[in-house]
């Protein structure tokens, strides 16, 4: 059951990417959404990527590590476009990183307070 969420989080993710809500925002919300909502979406939905992966690669177990190689690869992509290398992205910006945080908070507490307690709810119904 973890793991069909976990997949429909990620699509969940890609369909807003493909939707684009921020078309029918203006103003300030629509600059805001167009500046940062990847910035939060993606590592979010990266997160539960590796939740996926983790049963076949322990390297990725738990919420840490989960977030330690996310923010880690972020933060790494920011700093290449500080130095001119357009690797996903062309623009560096330091709030970006607030953000990757808070996409990675979010998906932890979205992780361990929902997730993993419907985990436990279906063992203990079992």
Known sequence: MRRVLCILIVLLVALLHIIGPGKWF?????????????????????????SIAERNWPL?????MKATLILGGC???????????????????PLDVIAYIIGIAAAIVVDELLLQRLKKSAHANA
């Open 60 to 64: 990725v177990s738990g919420w840490k």
């Open 26 to 50: 203006h103003g300030s919300y629509r600059d805001l959404y167009y500046s940062y909502f990847s910035d939060v979406a993606i590592p979010f939905a990266f997160y539960f990527l590796l």
């Open 75 to 93: 933060v790494l992509a920011e700093s290449l476009q500080y130095f001119h290398v357009h690797f996903l992205g062309t623009v560096f910006d």
